[in-house]
């Protein structure tokens, strides 16, 4: 913020919110239920990684309860319709996946929000109530034999499963992509509905312009459905990319840390909560999908060097902005500098400024990559992304040639030797040890190179 943004950027509009756990406990959590009152409100989030404490870290922060996920809190609050997670692509660098992959993942209901209690052996009911006071259904009822249960309870809304229809089958044509859904409706019949809503919203307002695109000829012309076991499967043989997932809550969690591994990390994916406010308007939170990569966080806390590839936060921070721009109506105040930006960090990369994960041990710290793309942004920086495979401009002095020539054949028999050659490199100071060039892939030694005499 202080090196990239708040140069050349306005934040005084801008509301921040502690999310830590300490801040959490300190306020009994009253600071989180302010964010989410403000997200409503605004429609436009950057939220940077947080943590639910364990039990273990509850103790070592001192903490006076394990907090619940704020995610999950955002997500109820935002009324979540699903959890937009797609792969990021840099020209000029070769990741996982050749063209973008996307994937939708079901914001509510499933195991996240679940009850539970351990019990011993005897019956269990679950009970039906209806709100309208009618009669109540039993909708399980089973014998436990063991000593020792865990009776877990948890729904899939799925009313705005409509939603998440129409947000998923618009992006897939948007960029090109074949869309898939995926359940385990198989074996988990209770799967079945979210599957059927999809197609029926599919078949209902987008089935004509998928065959139009031509994106189903290799499908049948019709919605494919995935169990999630093969899915699992193709994720990995699918590399060429282009297709889409839309998976339940839990699903979609498993599979898209699956992408995230194919593509190269989990900091080369974006992680974008769509909700929507009572009157219709979308609200977006924009995440890096990574989490708080601790080990990292600890390391620096101990003075140790870091090198944080901040590409997933960069990425969310971007879409931030660029909604609240298009909810402000002031796109060509910021779109033109989160181009930029990005345009920035990708160029880095490319030409192997980038952080260690990227460029291995020569790569830079954190500190050394976040000074390098405060200097572009601010002009005193350019980065060049060289093509070692284009032509060099043909700018030669065709009489240097002739001369450089002419000192290298020693004895003037117009050929120049290996012996010649190797005394002609030392006298210009050049002296390989080994030598390469594009598109030969054989290395031969040359002579070793003697000292200068001075």
Request: glycine fraction near 10%.
């Amino acid at each position: 913020m202080k090196e990239w943004v708040e140069p050349h950027i306005d934040t005084s509009r801008w509301e921040f919110y502690d999310l830590s756990c300490k801040v959490r406990d300190d306020t009994e959590d009253q600071v989180l239920r302010d964010a989410v009152e403000a997200g409503k409100r605004i429609g436009a989030i950057f939220k940077e990684p947080t943590i639910t404490p364990t039990e273990i870290q509850k103790q070592k922060l001192g903490l006076k309860k394990a907090w619940g996920s704020p995610n999950g809190a955002m997500r109820r609050g935002w009324n979540g319709i699903t959890i937009s997670r797609d792969t990021i692509h840099i020209e000029g660098m070769e990741l996982g996946y050749k063209k973008p992959v996307l994937f939708e993942r079901h914001a509510v209901g499933g195991e996240y929000s679940a009850g539970y209690k351990t019990v011993g052996n005897g019956r269990l009911v679950t009970l039906y109530l209806p709100e309208d006071g009618s009669t109540p259904e039993i909708v399980d009822g089973r014998m436990l034999k063991n000593s020792q249960n865990a009776v877990v309870t948890y729904d899939n809304p799925l009313d705005n499963v409509h939603d998440l229809a129409h947000h998923f089958f618009k992006r897939c044509l948007e960029h090109d992509v074949v869309p898939y859904v995926v359940t385990k409706k198989t074996v988990f019949k209770w799967q079945e509905g979210f599957w059927l809503i999809m197609k029926k919203v599919f078949d209902e307002h987008y089935r004509e312009q998928y065959k139009a695109s031509g994106l189903l000829d290799r499908c049948g012309g019709e919605l494919q459905h995935l169990i999630s076991d093969a899915a699992t499967m193709q994720i990995i043989r699918w590399t060429d990319g282009g297709f889409g997932m839309a998976a339940h809550n839990y699903d979609g969690d498993m599979l898209t840390d699956e992408v995230a591994q194919v593509h190269r990390s989990p900091g080369f994916i974006t992680s974008n909560l769509i909700g929507k406010t009572e009157q219709g308007t979308l609200i977006k939170e924009y995440e890096a999908s990574h989490g708080t990569v601790a080990d990292m966080w600890e390391a620096h806390l101990r003075g140790e060097e870091t090198s944080l590839n901040p590409l997933g936060m960069v990425e969310a921070l971007i879409g931030a902005m660029n909604h609240a721009a298009a909810l402000n109506e002031c796109e060509d105040d910021i779109i033109p500098w989160t181009t930029n930006l990005r345009t920035c960090l990708h160029k880095a990369m490319v030409a192997g400024k980038g952080t260690r994960d990227l460029c291995g041990p020569t790569g830079a710290t954190t500190e050394e990559f976040v000074g390098t793309i405060a200097r572009a942004l601010r002009g005193e920086y350019f980065i060049e992304v060289t093509d070692e495979t284009a032509e060099p401009a043909d700018d030669t002095d065709l009489s240097a040639v002739i001369q450089m020539f002419e000192n290298l054949d020693e004895d003037g028999d117009g050929q120049i030797d290996l012996e010649e050659f190797g005394r002609g490199l030392r006298r210009l100071k050049v002296c390989p040890h080994r030598y390469g060039f594009p598109g030969v892939d054989k290395e031969a030694e040359i002579v070793q190179a003697e000292p200068i005499k001075q």
